[in-house]
């Protein structure tokens, strides 16, 4: 199991956010990467917008997120069974 959402998401950036990011060097962070989906999503719009991304980190990784050595992880996600162990 996963908890990646289910279906299209669609990420955007205002123009007072482009604003901001304009110029800039910005580092993502994401509560949780699973697919990593989102956060090319989000690497594409700070691009697009003008900014110059300086890292990316996560304070959750699942599976093999966390493994990847373009993003800093704090701790691998815990996934549970249906008895609510932790799944090794």
């Known amino acids: ?3 990646t959402t289910a279906g299209k998401q669609h990420l955007y950036l ?3 956010e482009v604003d901001k990011v304009k110029g ?3 580092l993502i962070v994401d509560d949780v990467i699973s697919t990593g989906s989102s956060l090319k999503a989000m ?3 700070v691009k697009k ?3 110059r991304i300086v890292g990316k980190m996560a304070v959750l990784a699942e599976g093999d997120a966390m493994e990847r050595p ?3 992880a704090l701790h691998k996600l815990p996934l549970f069974d249906e008895k609510g ?3 090794a």
Do not use: F, W
């Open 70 to 72: 373009d993003i800093t």
């Open 24 to 26: 800039k060097r910005v």
């Open 85 to 87: 162990n932790v799944k």
């Open 43 to 45: 690497e594409e719009l």
């Open 1 to 3: 199991a996963s908890i």
């Open 49 to 51: 917008a003008g900014g």
């Open 14 to 16: 205002g123009q007072t």
